[in-house]
T-cell receptor
Framework: RKEVEQDPGPFNVPEGATVAFNCTYS??????FFWYRQDCRKEPKLLMS???SGNEDGRFTAQLNRASQYISLLIRDSKLSDSATYLC????????????FGTGTSLTVIP | DGGITQSPKYLFRKEGQNVTLSCEQN?????MYWYRQDPGQGLRLIYY???????QKGDIAEGYSVSREKKESFPLTVTSAQKNPTAFYLC?????????????FGPGTRLTVT
């Protein structure tokens, strides 16, 4: 079983749409959670950390459900520049501070 | 500016040759990591190091070697024993302790072996 699982998509949405990505993780000892964005042929870049109470950064909202071991990312008012692959990342401290990555969800925002 | 540098950006080698990828960080981070990414796939951990002069194997360490002689540097050698070395290699670092602490990535090295 993979440590982190994501729907690979692709998600093709029109500009202005709201889109949600989901991610599940298998290790209940996971302690830190992140969403990264990766553009084609580039390195991943941190989009936002995910906190237990949920957090928002502009058009982006992240939620964490520890009971269900589930993380989500909501993007409102999609822009063309949001087109990228979104990676769900989990840090498990009792594995020597390893990070586990989902395979990513591809988003294309269409004009 | 603080960050992680990887060099070179593109690297071409003949089969049977060892090659060393450079990774340097000036973020004063304790932990450093090497990942491999193949087209359409997620990141897979090759090696990681939490402290100078110590490192651990990740999920796909076979055919790779690393050293961590300085806090700032974590070079990766791809040996001729690695069966499918062509890939995008990413170096990352993070601080340690009570988090959450996110990872920061270098720009990556694309290695092509023919």
């Amino acid at each position: 079983r993979k440590e982190v699982e994501q729907d690979p998509g692709p998600f093709n949405v029109p500009e202005g749409a709201t889109v949600a990505f989901n991610c599940t993780y298998s290790n209940s000892a996971s302690q830190s959670f992140f969403w990264y964005r990766q553009d084609c042929r580039k390195e991943p870049k941190l989009l936002m950390s995910v906190y237990s109470s949920g957090n928002e950064d502009g058009r982006f909202t992240a939620q964490l459900n520890r009971a269900s071991q589930y993380i989500s990312l909501l993007i409102r008012d999609s822009k063309l520049s949001d087109s990228a692959t979104y990676l769900c990342v989990v840090n498990v401290a009792n594995t020597g501070n390893q990070f586990y990555f989902g395979t990513g969800t591809s988003l294309t925002v269409i004009p | 500016d603080g960050g992680i540098t990887q060099s070179p950006k593109y690297l071409f080698r003949k089969e049977g040759q060892n090659v060393t990828l450079s990774c340097e960080q000036n973020l004063n981070h304790d932990a450093m990591y090497w990942y491999r990414q193949d087209p359409g796939q997620g990141l897979r951990l090759i090696y990681y190091s939490q402290i100078v002069n110590d490192f651990q194997k990740g999920d796909i360490a076979e055919g790779y070697s690393v050293s961590r002689e300085k806090k700032e540097s974590f070079p990766l050698t791809v040996t001729s024993a690695q069966k499918n070395p062509t890939a995008f290699y990413l170096c990352a670092s993070t601080t340690t302790g009570t988090g959450p602490y996110e990872q920061y990535f270098g720009p990556g090295t694309r290695l092509t072996v023919t």
